[in-house]
């Protein structure tokens, strides 16, 4: 037999402010929008369908109220309604999977904020939440005891908490709510998959929070925990809780991984993100945008994506003071990968022309053309030298790169004759370049002396890495 999927109800318009009337004006919508649903769930059923089975039947699993900022008013008209029995059935709260609560106090008083925040929370009690978004929302410790009711569900599986800035003090709440298990048959950090945690303001403090809720979790496939002022103490915390937990075996299946903007400089705790990486067989997705690696930390990312043989398609290495010796790792890293990279970003890096050259030869050779869609290379010190080899890269009418949708090289040094060159071959793939510096100077610092510097950083290179690669995989990072 025929089934309907549940409906998803959201609140329609602009962002605004929400007072009791719009409210009412909302639940007038959802409740047409359900009780056409119904009918035709009926319909499906037939005439022999009983009332408590059609009263049974989910209409609604998913709500997104994001963008609005409600009064307290206007939360209570929410509430009632997703609380109250919908046309004799079950409530339309008990069936919510999908919870969007992300951005619903902004510009309100704290005092009504916590408000909103309680109510709306409370009004899913009775449902078995598995994705809950709560960003946006200014939370400090009591708006996190005012979202207790959806954080401690059992049932939830994923949640974001980005851009609530949140503190130390607030991130040891939301951990001590994750982590608890008063019945001893688990917690909630045990069964998320997802966990997202950006632009907050925890420091290192929450840094070893967080590394409470990874001691706990063993399936996470989603994690971001960037921009949270970290330092290189929290950073070295995170890095060595993620090793811990995947040299024991937990989250193996590891799919998306992202630590922008957290700081791995130390060698310690680049070793401990080598050794995590290279247990990461699932990961496709890494953002090590702005992370202080350098080359040296840069070659043992690659190196461990590597040993992983995961099967990554988006790689963003922005921001990380890489050089050409850096770039060569990253060019040996796409070379090995077989041409699955699919978005390759080194933005705000000083590769220089012979930096950029490595990256392009990395993209010759596959026999069916390298899957490459998007390649970001803005403010790389990038000149002539750089530019033309990417074309040759690109090849005629880029049949050596079918896949490419999107070029940047914006913020680099190219004179008007190459970007002419530049827009012939790339065409509308190039995104324009507003900030590039058409006196094409990029290239005159470049010399016969680099090419001997790399031949002996190469040398160095083969002849030092399998002992320092190894005393890394074998080292444990003690915090």
Known sequence: MAQLAPLKIEVPGEREFVEADKAREFVALWTEQLAAHRQEVQAILGDNATEGELGNVVLCDRIRLSDKSFSDEAADVIAAFLKEPF??????????????????????????????????????????????????????????????????KPSLERLALCNNGLSEATMEEVADILTHDESGTGCVATNLTKIHFYNNMSGEGGCKQFARILEKSSKLT?????????????????????????????????????????????KASQDALFRALGCTTSLSYLDLRDCDLEDDGVKKVCHALFESDSALEHLDLSGNNVERRGAKQIADYIRDSGGKLKVLCLDDNDLTSKGVVHIASAFHGSE????????????????????????DAYGPDGKDLPNLKKICLDGNSFKEEIVGELQVAFDNKLVEMEENDSDGEADDDLSDEDSDEEDDDDEEDQNGEVDALTDAMNKSLVV
């Open 368 to 391: 069916d053309g390298h899957a490459i869609e998007k390649l970001q290379l803005n403010y790389t010190m990038c000149g002539a030298i750089g530019a033309r080899a990417l074309i």
């Open 222 to 266: 989603d994690i971001r925990f960037s921009s949270t002022r970290a330092g290189k103490a929290g950073s070295d915390i995170v890095a060595s809780a993620l090793d811990a937990a995947l040299e024991e075996g937990r989250n193996t299946n590891l799919e998306k991984l992202d630590l922008c903007d957290n700081n791995f400089g130390n």
């Open 87 to 152: 046309m004799g059935g079950r409530s339309i709260a008990s069936g919510i999977l999908y919870a969007e609560l992300d951005d619903i106090i902004a510009g309100r008083m704290t005092e009504m904020g916590l408000h909103v925040l309680q109510t709306i929370c409370d009004a899913f009690a009775e449902a078995e939440l598995f994705d809950v978004n709560l960003s946006d929302n200014a939370i400090g410790q009591q708006g996190i005891g005012a979202c207790k009711t959806v954080l401690s």
